[in-house]
């Protein structure tokens, strides 16, 4: 059982950055695959960053280059480096883990297998 803990959420101005932070009870790295999800009030939950156990990352087409999913090893935490954010980025970002390969696939095909964290939330006002 992993227990996820996401923090830095906040509200900023159109252009600006947060950093949010998973915090895991368990040793994730290098066991376990890591993703940051979002939903917006009134849309479905969608997929924004992962990060596979050898460190491999993918991100959605919307947050490419502004967005970056690394690890601490030491802190047991994933970070989503979030810059030039837009009021598209309002939503509730939540953190979500499980073992194996293929992060992105098994992450967002079994959503309900995977451990959730309780979610921090983004607000970027124009």
């Known amino acids: 059982q992993v227990q996820l803990v996401e923090s830095g959420g906040g509200s900023v101005q159109a252009g600006g950055s947060l950093t949010l932070s998973c915090a895991a009870s368990a040793y994730t790295y290098g066991h376990y695959c890591l993703g940051w999800f979002r939903q917006a009030p009134g849309k479905g939950r969608e997929v924004v960053a992962t990060i596979d156990r050898d460190g491999t990352t993918w991100y959605a087409d919307s947050v490419k280059g502004r967005f970056t999913i690394s690890q601490d090893k030491a802190k047991n935490t994933t970070y989503l480096r979030m810059n030039s954010l837009k009021p598209e980025d309002t939503a509730m970002y939540y953190c979500?883990?499980?073992?194996?390969?293929?992060?992105?696939?098994?992450?967002?095909?079994?959503?309900?297998?995977?451990?959730w964290g309780q979610g921090t939330q983004v607000t970027v006002s124009s």
């Open positions: 979500a883990a499980r073992g194996g390969d293929y992060c992105y696939y098994y992450l967002t095909t079994y959503s309900a297998d995977n451990f």
